[in-house]
């Protein structure tokens, strides 16, 4: 059975940082290409960042100066690093594993994690 599970979510201020963790199992991690999507109150799922399996990584304009993603396949796990958070990113963040290559696509992805919640205060 497929597991992933995010961690690191908060309450933190404008400006401010975290770092969100996602340990996947059940699964050849290092196979999978993974992928974070966000979704805030009454809108869509959004791609935020991905990394391929070969470390190819893609960020959404919105985020791409400010977050980083990255992966560490001793540990089966990805990380978002976020930087000068701001009210536009409050949101569920959710980790995704699809194809190998890095994916943007919600309908891409194989296995969601059940999220964590990200509050940037003001």
């Known amino acids: 059975q497929v597991q992933l599970v995010e961690s690191g979510g908060g309450l933190v201020q404008a400006g401010g940082s975290l770092r969100l963790s996602c340990v996947a199992s059940?699964?050849?991690?290092?196979?999978?290409?993974m992928t974070w999507f966000r979704q805030a109150p009454g809108w869509d799922v959004e791609f935020a960042a991905t990394?391929?399996?070969?470390?190819?990584?893609y960020c959404a304009d919105a985020v791409k100066a400010r977050f980083t993603v990255s992966r560490d396949n001793a540990k089966n796990s990805v990380y978002l690093q976020m930087n000068s958070l701001n009210s536009d990113d409050t949101a569920v963040y959710y980790c995704?594993?699809?194809?190998?290559?890095?994916?943007?696509?919600?309908?891409?992805?194989?296995?969601w994690g059940q999220g964590t919640q990200v509050t940037v205060s003001a």
């Open positions: 990394l391929s399996r070969s470390d190819n990584i």
């Open positions: 995704a594993a699809g194809p190998g290559a890095s994916f943007d696509s919600a309908s891409r992805a194989n296995y």
């Open positions: 059940g699964l050849t991690f290092a196979r999978f290409g």
